[in-house]
Nanobody, 116 residues
């Protein structure tokens, strides 16, 4: 199993970034996928999730209306479109899925820094 995030970087407040997570080694289309983030000194928090086939999405209140999670089950890729970025969005962003055994898989993360 491999999850590889990309697309992070440094952006000014109000800017946009699109994160990607390339998945391999498992049947991507059958799992709910999630984006988490962790800022220095803070706990990891769930940002957004998307269900396997129907694509039902959920968002943390802090990102509703600004972020959009999506997936391409042909390319086995998860996305997070982030708009109207704020300094408080600065964090390492991780993609995740959980097996039915409750084992969690994580990527290595991609850093997002929002600063003027």
């Amino acid at each position: 199993v491999q999850l590889v995030e990309s697309g992070g970087g440094v952006v000014q407040p109000g800017g946009s970034l699109r994160l990607s997570c390339a998945a391999s080694g498992f049947t991507f289309s059958t799992y709910t996928m999630k984006w988490y983030r962790q800022a220095p000194g803070k706990e990891r928090e769930l940002v957004a999730s998307i269900s396997s086939t129907r694509g039902i999405t959920n968002y943390a209140d802090s990102v509703k209306g600004r972020f959009a999670i999506s997936r391409d089950n042909v390319k086995n890729t998860l996305y997070l479109q982030m708009n109207s970025l704020k300094p408080e969005d600065t964090a390492m962003y991780y993609c995740n899925f959980r097996r039915v055994t409750a084992y969690d898989y994580w990527g290595q993360g991609t850093q997002v820094t929002v600063s003027s």
